[in-house]
């Protein structure tokens, strides 16, 4: 597998692309409409027997997948992948109406992955039905996970997971060898798995993957972080990118790697100022990134996140704040203002280094 793949959807700065814009990204096939009537797009990559269906933007706010699904089209066209043997089915954004808001739920104001038993919206039943056309051997549900998640300290910027087929969480035979298809493809990768960990295995009847499980439809989940440093996920692009290649294409011999992947925690903080003057007290206090679109644009804002005793928590930056005094009170979940010693701080926004 190539090392240095040249795809400006990994390496872009962008995180969100506006709908129309992702419209004419690529010929798109249309499979219905949404509850509000913007088109369930798709496309496929080559022509082999072996049937591969990837899907994203199931949750409109996380994006990452839909990062890797142009990628992997854009490489195709470039011929910097392969694919022989295989046909790859792609669908980049399966929840449209969640996705021109930046938001979680549907238009209708429903978590699709919540609606896999009782399939109420057109979204969910439409792409269930996409996939149960194309008779997969395997499937990747791409979403993002929240920047809480650690694995043993360090920001967890991919977790996978291979999801159970009922409540007691039994490693039936074909869970076992997907288990094992995904390890044998992480060693074949040979790259640092330090922040990559497994996503809980609790049974979910309600969510996609635990329902295509359920009924013997192969899958694989691969949940988008932000590494240190890389608010746009471009890390997690590449990585998530990678191991659907290689998982493609890796056989399912006995392999315990993914097995041993850490599973992930939460209680992860973004940003931590320690030992800040407040109030007459000493406190920590945590502020994390809210992103919304504004318009068309992509933007975030700091907001107050937790203040106290943070020392227990990892996180993934750290300033010494015992020279700043704050003169205002701090509300959770409200934008940060005021001096956090070199940076100041209006409505959220950093105006000053
Ligand atoms: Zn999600």
């Not at 597998?1 to 969100?16: A, G, I, R, V």
Request: charged fraction near 20%.
């Amino acid at each position: 597998m190539s090392t240095n793949f040249d795809s400006t959807y990994l390496t872009d700065k962008q995180w969100y692309i506006p709908y129309s814009e992702l419209q004419s990204a690529c010929k798109w096939e249309i499979i219905g409409y949404s509850s509000e009537e913007r088109p369930l797009l798709y496309t496929t990559l080559g022509h082999g027997p072996r049937s591969i269906c990837i899907w994203a933007g199931m949750h409109g706010n996380e994006t990452t997948g839909v990062f890797i699904i142009l990628s992997l089209i854009e490489l195709f066209q470039k011929k910097q992948i392969d694919l022989e043997g295989f046909t790859l089915h792609l669908m980049p954004v399966a929840n449209p109406d969640a996705y021109v808001r930046y938001s979680r739920r549907n238009g209708l104001g429903i978590d699709l992955n919540r609606d896999f038993n009782s399939f109420q919206t057109i979204e969910s039943a439409k792409l269930v039905g996409w996939i149960k056309m194309h008779e997969p051997e395997l499937c990747f549900n791409l979403h993002d996970q929240r920047t809480i998640f650690h694995v043993g300290g360090h920001s967890a910027y991919t977790s996978l997971l291979v999801p159970s087929a009922e409540i007691t969480r039994t490693i039936t035979p074909m869970r076992r060898a997907l288990m094992n298809r995904l390890g044998n493809a992480l060693s074949s990768m040979q790259v640092d798995l330090t922040g990559v960990g497994r996503y809980t295995d609790e049974y979910y009847p309600t969510a996609i993957g635990d329902y295509l499980m359920a009924n013997g439809i192969a899958n694989i989940l691969i949940e988008s972080g932000v590494k240190e440093g890389d608010l746009e996920r471009r890390a997690a692009r590449e990585f998530g990118l990678r191991t659907i290649l290689a998982t493609i294409s890796a056989n399912d011999s006995p392999s315990k790697v993914y097995d041993q992947l850490p599973l992930n925690e939460q209680g992860q903080f973004e940003w931590v100022f320690t030992n800040v003057l407040y109030a007459h007290m000493r406190v920590d206090v945590a502020i994390k990134r809210f992103h919304f679109i504004n318009g068309h644009a992509a933007d975030y804002v700091y907001l107050v996140d937790e203040i106290g005793d943070l020392k227990a928590k990892p996180r993934m930056k750290e300033v010494d704040g015992t020279a700043i005094a704050l003169a205002q009170p701090l509300e959770l979940e409200k934008p940060v203002n005021g001096h956090f010693g070199d940076y100041l701080f209006e409505e959220g926004k950093i105006l000053s280094l």
